[in-house]
C-alpha cells in the first residue's frame, strides 16, 4: 500500500506525528509521497520531522497554484524557490502540486499559468515527474502540458475529479491518475466510472491528508492509513481484490517516482 499524496508536514500534524505515522506502518504503507509547498518555510523544515521518524516517506515540493500570485511579477522566481527546496531535501522525488485552480481563482489566472509553466520546465530541467493539481482548468491544463512537453518526464493527477473523457486525455498522454477519498462518497458516480475504466498500471490511491477523508471517517481530519478504504472503495468498483489495487500501486509508485 502507498499513499501518493499526502500534507503530513503541515500545522495540522505536528502535535501527534508519530501516532500518525504508527498508524500509517500500521495499515502497512510503503511509502507516502509527502506534498511540501516550496513558499511554506515551517513545512519545509518539518519535512526533516517526517523522514526521521518515517524513512520511506519521499517528498514532493511545488508552488500551489492558489500561492502563485506572490510570484506574478516574476514566475521564474517560483522556479527557483523550489529548486532551493530540492537542494536542501535530498529525499524530493517530484516537483507539486502544481498547476490550475479556477474553482478558487485564489491567483490571477495568468500567474496561475506562467508558475505552471516554469515549474514543468525545472521538472524537466531535473528529470523529475510532476504531481499537477486542476480543478476546472481541464483545457489549459491540457494546452500548457503539451506546449511544454510535459509527458517527458509524466507525473500524475493527483486527486482526480474530471470525468470520464478528461480521464482519457490525461492517460493519453502517459499520465497516471489518482484517485482520492471522494471515490467512497456514494454520489460521486462520475468518478466510480474512472475507478473502473484506469489501467492498473496507470492508477495511484491517495488521502491528500488532512483533506478529504474517506467514508467512514468522512468530515474528520485525513491521515494516511485512511488510504485503505480508498483502495477498498476502487477494488469493490472494479470486482478486484483490495489487495491488487494495493500492489498496483505500490508498483507504480516505484516505477514513477523511483523511492
Ligand atoms: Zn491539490
Ligand atoms: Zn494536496
Known amino acids: 500500500m502507498i499513499d501518493s499524496h499526502c500534507h503530513i508536514a503541515g500545522p495540522e500534524f505536528t502535535g501527534d506525528l508519530d501516532a500518525v505515522i ?3 506502518r500500521g495499515a502497512r504503507l510503503a511509502h507516502a509521497m509527502v ?3 516550496a513558499d511554506d ?11 526521521g521518524h518515517w524513512p520511506e516517506a519521499r517528498f514532493s515540493i511545488g508552488v500551489h497554484p492558489h500561492a502563485a500570485g506572490k510570484f ?14 530540492i537542494a536542501d531535501q535530498p529525499l524530493t522525488r517530484a516537483v507539486g502540486e502544481i498547476g490550475l485552480d479556477y474553482h ?15 515549474q514543468i520546465r525545472l521538472a524537466r530541467r531535473r528529470g523529475l515527474p510532476i504531481v499537477i493539481h486542476t480543478r476546472e482548468a481541464e483545457d489549459d491544463t491540457f494546452m500548457i502540458l503539451a506546449e511544454e512537453s510535459a509527458q517527458d518526464v509524466g507525473g500524475v493527477f493527483h486527486c482526480f475529479t474530471g470525468d ?6 490525461a492517460l493519453d498522454i502517459g499520465f497516471h491518475i489518482s484517485l482520492a477519498g471522494i471515490v467512497t462518497f456514494p454520489r460521486a458516480l462520475e468518478l466510480h466510472e474512472v475507478a473502473r475504466i484506469v489501467p492498473l498500471d496507470r492508477l495511484l490511491i491517495e ?8 467514508v467512514p471517517h468522512r468530515g474528520t481530519r485525513n491521515e494516511p492509513a485512511h488510504v485503505v478504504y480508498v483502495a477498498e472503495r476502487i477494488a469493490g468498483l472494479r470486482g478486484e481484490a483490495p489487495e491488487t489495487i494495493a500492489a498496483a500501486a505500490l508498483a507504480n509508485f516505484q516505477r514513477l517516482f523511483k523511492p
Open 22 to 24: 504508527a498508524r500509517a
Open 41 to 51: 518555510e515551517p513545512e519545509l523544515a518539518q519535512a526533516a520531522e517526517v523522514s
Open 104 to 118: 478558487y481563482d485564489f491567483a490571477p489566472r495568468p500567474a496561475q499559468q506562467q508558475v505552471f509553466r516554469e
Open 164 to 169: 470520464r473523457d478528461m480521464a482519457r486525455r
Open 207 to 214: 488521502t491528500d491528508s488532512p483533506f478529504l477523508a474517506p
Open 35 to 37: 506534498i511540501l509547498a
Open 72 to 85: 506574478a511579477e516574476d514566475p521564474a522566481a517560483a522556479a527557483a524557490q523550489v529548486e532551493a527546496a
